[in-house]
Every structure is written in C-alpha cells, then in structure tokens.
C-alpha cells in the first residue's frame, strides 16, 4: 500500500487533534540532536512578514524571496517534501489597492457600497484578496524556474473546527506531497466567519496566525521539521534590546520556558515569540523537530538542515544551556552557604576530603588506569600521558598539600584596613570570596582535589572541567570531594562538567552566574577562553616560556644542578625552562661542554639559537625563540651580556618565572628588578614556581597578567574585599554642611 493511501486510510481523532493528531504519529520521535536534521524527510517552512516583505512594507523583498525558493527547490529535487506556510499577501496587495485608490471616484464608490465596515477591516480584506494571487503568480515563476511546481491552498479557523473539511485538507496535503508539488498556503483573509464558528476551543493551540497554521499543519502531515522564520534571530531571554539578552540555541519547552520574557510583538507581523514558542511547542507535541530562525539570514534554511547553529533548535531533551544555569545557580547558591562556614568546618571538609583520597587510592588507580589505556589507544601524546598519569607518589604528595591548605581557612572576613573616619563612624576593608569559579584544566586530574581544596578553604563555589582523557579519573576525583561536602552544604557547591558544548554555554553568561574563569591548559585552551568569554573576567597564562641566565660570574656546580632540575625534573609542566641563555664569554669553555654533555646523557634534544649559531655548527637551529616545547627538547642561545638577556627576556618570554644563576650581587639585583615575569629567581631552578612549593599547599593556576593575582594564585588569590561601615545614623549632608568632620584616623 502506498503511503497516499495510508495517509488517507488513518483513523483520525480530529476533536482530539490538539492533544494527540493521530495514533500513528505519536509512534515517531522528534530530533533531539540537530546533527539529524539532514535525515528530515518532510519539511514546513514557515515565512513570516517581515522576511517576505521590504523594511519599509512597501512591497515583496524580491531578492530575498527568490533565495529562500532556490533552498526549497534544492531540497525539494533532492527528494524531500516541503509545505510552505507564508505571508506577505497584504503586503503585495496593498500596493495595488493604493494605487487603485488613488482614483477619487473608486474610492468614493467604494464608501458608498459598504458603508457598515471599518476602513481597516476594508482595507485588508482587499488588500488580501488582490495581493494573494499576485503572490502565488510570482512564487509559480520562481519555482517553474527549477521545475517545481506548486499548489496554493487557503485555509480558515474554522477549517480546523470541521471533521469533514480538516479530513479533505490532510489528504488535500498528502496528494500535493506525494505528487512532489509545494503546498503554499495562507489564511484566507479575504472573508470572515461569524465569531460563533471561530470560537476558541479551550486548551487547544487556535488559528490565530500563520505560526500556530504552520504548527497545526506540520502535525497534519506528519513532518520531521518546522522552520519559523521571521526577523529575529531566535528566541532570546529577554528581547533582544536589552544588554542582558541572550539568545537560546537549544530550548526545552518544558524547563526553558522560565528563562524567557516576553516584549512586544514584531511591527510587520501578527504573532509574537510568545505565539511562536507556543506554536513550536505544539509540533513538538505532535513529534516534529521545530528550529525558530532568522529568514532573512543567508542560506537559512539549508543551513538549519545540515546542523548547522542557526536560530533556536526546539527538542524534549534539556537544553545545555539550561543545564549549565541551572549548575551554575545551584554553585552560587551552596557558595554562599559555605562562606558562612566557620574555617574549622571548612578545614574538615579538605582533611576529610584528603583522607578519602588516600582510602580510595585503589579504586582511584584503576580508573586512571582506563584512562591511560584510553589515551594509549587514541595516540596521546607522551607529554601528555606523563601529566595524566598518577601513582602513589603523587597521591601521598597532594594530600600532604590538600593538608597545608587546611591548615590555612582562616582567612574570611579578616580586617586588612580600619580607619575612623568620624566619631561613632568606623570604616573596615574586609576579604570575601570572589564567588563562583570556572576552571578549565587539561591532562592532570590531580589537579581537581587542588582547585577544589583551594576554593573550600577561601569559600568559593566551583564549577569544574577537566580533560575528556581523564574523564574516569576526574569522574571519582569529583565524587570523593561531594563527599566530603555533603555534611556541611550542597553536594552541587562544587560541579563538574562533561563537555565542550557546556563550556560554550557558560561562556556566554555573565558575572549573575561566574565570577571568574581560570583556564589551565595550553596557549590554545587559554586563548580559546579569553576570546568566547562574553563578558567574565579570566585568569590565567597563555605559555610557559621560562628561561635560566647563566651569567659569566656562576658557580659551575650550582648551574649544571639547576639547569638540569629546570629542565629535566618533569619537561611538560609549564615552569620548566624552555631556552637557556649562556654569557658569551662562556661559550665553548669547559663549563659549555659540561652543559651540552649533561642534556645529550638525559636525551634532551637541543636546538641553537641564531648568536649560538655562530659558535657552534652541530645543533640544528631554532625554529623560534619563544616556543614552549614542553617536552625534553631545549633552545640555547647566547647573550653579549646581563642587559641584553634580560632584553631577550623580555622580548621572547611569556612572563612566567625566569632565573639567574650568578655570584654577582649587583648582576643578580638587576636581573631581579628588571626582568618582567611573575616570578623572578636567584641560583634556583624554574621549577620551584609552584603553589605546593611556595607553601600555598597548591595553586589552581599560575597568573601571567598583572590584575589581581600574579604567579601561583593560592588561597589569598582566590579572594577579594568588601567594605563594612559602623556608623551611628550618619549622613553626608552631615559633613557637606559642617555638621560633623571626618578624622580618617588609620586604627591597627
């Protein structure tokens, strides 16, 4: 049997039309992914007002219009069915009415012969009726260009309120398909019916415009995708005037509809994002994937079908975006739950959390296990595998720091100024926590229990994402911390994420929501997040081009010790040295061979810098001077002399922690003031900037920038201040007027 003869055999519940279409349609499923959108069979297009018509209404956008025809050809004689629901038929024929009008004695003629009816109930319903067939001659000539041919169809509310005529349209609708002709239809505008035969049915989605028509009717024929277009992008949170406005590329009726306001309808059309979300939920009802778009943007409709982001994809499936508010809300929520913690219950909850660390160290290895095997599989980098990795070494190493962070709490509310500003008037600077915290971090799931103690000990809330690779790792990591949570606030204080999609989403809040951002990762990660992020702050490095200056007047055992720890301890942690700088006058002296012996034995592949290249004729040259190889690979290169490697410092570094090994004070003292990273080092390896070393216990990141925190950011890093006045029924005017004088006496 063929699928006409199906469509028109189906028992159909029409009174019960706006609950459920029919028994076989409730058997389908809507797209919940619109990567499935290019398996949609059967398409509605919907085409509102504004696309079809000029910005000043003044008539059909024709340019417009013959794109949106070329995309329904194309997808039309690529085998698909399309149903075109579209306007603009009083638009065209208002232009010919007023033309008409301008005739005195027609216009005259026509006041005398209806004289009972409103000149805008007049105006049009003429302007329909001669509008609608110059509509339908020009989309004929459009289609007949790629042989499409087409079908007009006027529809009524009242159609939908009869059993007889709704059953002659479905089949009306399924011939036209099958016979692969475009449907294009409209309300017919031209006539009215008595409101007792139009009456709104309750609860029912009511023919009030050409959105709810296309929704009734992308239920009627069974489509997989309804496209409304108008001339809004999409559906926003608010409208799209408003700074805060957001638009909703995904949108779950049933938990998005609250994150929506509504503003006034468009100037062109008759429905609103009310009506168009009202009308989208309907398809969804009916099982038809609904997208909610801009049509005047190039290519729309394609794209839309190809997956593509384009407008506001509807699905029963929860929007990330709604996910993401929701963690984020909740996070701020057991934040400020946990700020009001007294440090020694903060503190427990780090020393519970370590210790459960400690007792699930089994269970903790298998899961990092499967990760590595994992990572293996997929070709991971060894630089990459080496930071993924953990053992009983490291386990025992971060519970001793997740030890020194607890010991470390008592840090809220602590007074780092007071002034008297006026008798009975005292004035406190006070520390508080930033907020809510977004960390990215790449590879090391150690550095989870890290960020997570660092932000219980300041009274931060935390939203975490670690790297896919380590997701079984980071999966227990994150559990074990709830844990230890749960019996002083929400479990949801600290969150974690799982993917790419969500970190877009978050990107695109404000400070309602996050407070900061810190990326810990590669250039890439780092630049990638400073770039999406909409408007919240972010804190972080870009690279960790560090350097080591041996100076002419060093200590040769002290050089050979730091230069191998700086580079050789653990090559792809970003404060290992990257390109050491040799004094010229040490070049090819018994020093500079012990230098180059010592890295060829640890396999450390060396590169020559372009003044190194003049001495020397056996290292391949540098690509670059300011590469972070993260790996045993190193660049040397030569300075004439101290101003010039700090010169080169500066020049080619990314700030991050550089070190000079000399035994000239005045050599050192220059070196220290003038070379501008964050961390600046005397005879001491690079690797020593670190949060666990520096007595932080550890560092949910390292700051290359100079606002707020600059080097390992600790706790005191993840802090900022409020100001507290005690007064007693103080004024302003108090003092304008002479009443009363400021003292502003420092107090201890």
């Keep these: 049997m063929s699928r006409l003869a199906l469509s028109t055999a189906k028992s159909i519940s029409y009174r019960n ?322 700020q009001t913690l007294s440090a020694d219950k903060r503190s427990k909850i780090i020393r519970d959390y370590a210790q459960l660390l400690l007792a699930n160290s089994r269970q903790i290895y298998e899961a990092n296990t499967l990760d590595i095997e994992l990572a293996r599989k997929n070709n991971l980098s060894p630089v990459l595998l080496s930071r993924l990795s953990l053992n009983e070494k490291k386990l025992i190493t971060l519970a001793d720091g997740m030890q020194q962070i607890a010991a470390n709490t008592n840090i809220l509310g602590k007074v780092l100024k007071s002034t008297q500003l006026a008798d009975e008037l005292i004035l406190k600077q006070v520390t508080v926590p930033i907020g809510v915290l977004l960390v990215i971090f790449e590879s090391r799931p150690d550095s989870l229990p890290q960020i997570a103690s660092l932000c219980i000990a300041s009274g931060n809330s935390l939203l975490l994402k670690g790297g896919s690779e380590a997701f079984n790792t980071n999966k227990l990591l994150h559990k074990l911390v709830q844990d230890a949570l749960e019996q002083f606030v929400p479990r949801e204080t600290i969150s974690l994420l799982n993917t790419r999609e969500e970190i877009n989403d978050l990107l695109q809040l404000d400070s309602k929501y996050i407070d900061l951002i810190i990326p810990r990762g590669s250039n890439q990660l780092v630049q990638n997040i400073q770039k999406n992020s909409k408007s919240i702050p972010v804190l972080g490095h870009a690279e960790g081009i560090c350097h080591v200056f041996v100076d002419k007047d060093c200590d040769p055992d002290t050089v050979l010790k730091v230069v191998r720890d700086a580079k050789c301890d653990y090559p792809s942690a970003c404060n290992a040295m990257e390109t050491l700088l040799i004094h010229k006058d040490l070049v090819n002296t018994q020093l500079f061979e012990s230098i180059i012996n010592l890295f060829k034995s640890e396999r450390v592949k060396l590169y020559a810098g372009p003044s190194l290249q003049k001495y020397v004729t056996d290292l391949p040259p540098a690509k670059k001077l300011n590469h972070e190889y993260s790996d045993l690979e190193l660049t040397i290169e030569v300075a004439d002399n101290l101003e010039s490697a700090v010169d080169h410092i500066n020049k080619f570094g990314s700030n991050h922690t550089e070190s000079i090994i000399t035994k000239n004070d005045d050599a050192a003292e220059y070196f220290l003031k003038n070379v501008d990273s964050a961390c600046v080092f005397l005879n001491t390896s690079t690797r020593m900037a670190d949060g666990y070393r520096f007595g932080l216990g550890a560092e949910v990141g390292i700051s290359t920038g100079r606002l707020h925190a600059r080097g390992p950011v600790g706790v005191e890093g993840l802090l900022t201040t409020k100001w507290l006045i005690n007064g007693n029924a103080h004024t302003a005017s108090d003092f304008s007027t002479g009443k009363k004088k400021f003292i502003h006496k420092v107090l201890n």
């Design 17 to 338: 039309f706006d609950r459920k279409f029919s028994l076989s349609s409730s058997l389908l499923k809507a797209y919940n992914n619109r990567n499935d959108l290019k398996n949609a069979k059967k398409v509605v297009v919907k085409l509102g007002s504004a696309v079809i018509t000029r910005e000043d209404q003044s008539g059909i956008a024709l340019g417009r219009l013959a794109s949106i025809v070329e995309q329904v050809s194309e997808l039309q004689n690529s085998g698909k069915q399309v149903l075109m629901v579209t306007s603009g038929a009083v638009a065209l024929g208002r232009q010919k009415v007023s033309r008409e009008l301008l005739d005195k004695t027609l216009r005259e003629s026509t006041q005398k012969t209806i004289t009972k009816i409103e000149k805008s109930t007049l105006d049009k319903k003429a302007c329909a009726a001669t509008g609608q067939n110059g509509l339908m001659s020009l989309y004929s000539s459009l289609f007949s260009q790629y042989g499409v041919e087409t079908a007009q169809v006027l529809v009524t509310k009242a159609d939908f309120q009869s059993e007889h005529t709704l059953k002659h349209l479905q089949s009306t609708l399924n011939y036209l398909l099958e016979a692969k002709i475009v449907p294009i239809l409209n309300t017919n505008d031209a006539i009215g019916y008595p409101p007792e035969l139009t009456k709104d049915k309750e609860g029912a989605l009511n023919i009030n415009d050409n959105d709810s028509l296309a929704a009734k009717l992308a239920a009627m024929v069974e489509s997989d995708l309804l496209l409304i277009m108008s001339d809004v992008n999409g559906v926003y949170n608010c409208p799209p005037s408003e700074p805060d406005s957001r638009l909703l590329e995904n949108f779950c009726p049933s938990v998005d509809k609250n994150l929506v306001s509504f503003g006034s309808i468009s100037n062109v059309g008759t429905g609103g994002m009310e009506s168009k979300i009202a009308a989208a939920e309907f398809a969804l009802e009916n099982n038809c994937s609904v997208i909610i778009c801009n049509g005047k943007q190039q290519n729309a409709i394609l794209d839309s079908l190809n997956g593509k982001k384009i407008g506001t994809f509807f699905s029963n499936s929860v929007s990330s975006m709604a996910t993401v508010e929701n963690l984020a809300s909740n996070a701020r929520n057991g934040g400020r739950l946990l």
